[in-house]
């Protein structure tokens, strides 16, 4: 049973306009919240996080946003670039859970010229 | 400083046998975990460590044995191969049990048939 879902396999954007990634999660635990980009045959990378006691964090063109009421986290990507083609991975983490990241199935975005 | 490393990247095995995938950090982390990634599953936690020592098992673990005998190395031994072993494997690491900023290998690609 997938704690943490990201319902859209892919998305697709133009270069220069915003991306949005959407995930869910269904684990009241979870506190602490996580994206990792991957690129094809490498290590997802860490992108940007953000506590349960925040519904906002902004890095550069990246900016997560969480509603905790929803359970429900977005990435905004802005402006796209062609290097921001990847898998971005949504990804959460409960207070006793170990280290134990929980990890959404991933969206595949294509930023087009 | 060369982060997490993952030996072989490629292997292709028949059903039954065994092997070792390696993984070495030199980043001192404390923690280290070993994933399966599939499609349309994300991530799966297989086992993980929170020292040299010390494992215990995540979301898949059966059909795989880990061991930590030194801080750096955290190899993940599979017993008797299976089909459903086919999977790209992903070691990673962080500072401390909860430092949910995992670092990953670039990973292992495993074909079984």
């Known amino acids: 049973d997938q704690q943490v879902k990201q319902n859209s396999p892919s998305l697709s954007v133009q270069e220069g306009r915003i991306s949005i990634l959407n995930c869910d999660y269904t684990?009241?635990?979870?506190?602490?919240f996580l994206w990792y980009k991957k690129y094809p045959a490498e290590g997802p990378t860490f992108l940007i996080s953000?506590?349960?006691?925040?519904d906002k964090n902004e890095d550069g063109r990246f900016t997560v946003f969480l509603n905790k009421s929803a359970k429900h986290l977005s990435l905004h990507i802005v402006p796209s670039q062609p290097g921001d083609s990847a898998v971005y991975f949504c990804a959460a983490f409960a207070p006793d859970s170990w280290g134990k990241l929980q990890f959404g199935a991933g969206t595949q975005v294509v930023v087009t010229p | 400083n060369a982060g997490v490393t993952q030996t072989p990247k490629f292997q292709v095995l028949k059903t039954g046998q065994s092997m070792t995938l390696q993984c070495a950090q030199d980043?001192?982390?404390?923690?280290m975990s070993w994933y399966r990634q599939d499609p349309g599953m994300g991530l799966r936690l297989i086992h993980y460590s929170v020292g040299a020592g010390i494992t215990d098992q995540g979301e898949v673990p059966n059909g795989y044995n880990v061991s930590r005998s030194t801080t750096e190395d955290f190899p993940l031994r599979l017993l008797s191969a299976a089909p459903s072993q086919t999977s790209v494997y992903f070691c990673?690491?962080?500072?401390?049990?909860?430092?949910?900023?995992?670092?990953f290998g670039p990973g292992t690609r495993l074909t079984v048939t």
């Open positions: 684990n009241s635990m979870f506190d602490y």
């Open positions: 990673a690491s962080s500072v401390g049990v909860g430092g949910a900023q995992q670092y």
């Open positions: 953000i506590s349960s006691i925040k």
């Open positions: 980043m001192n982390h404390e923690y």
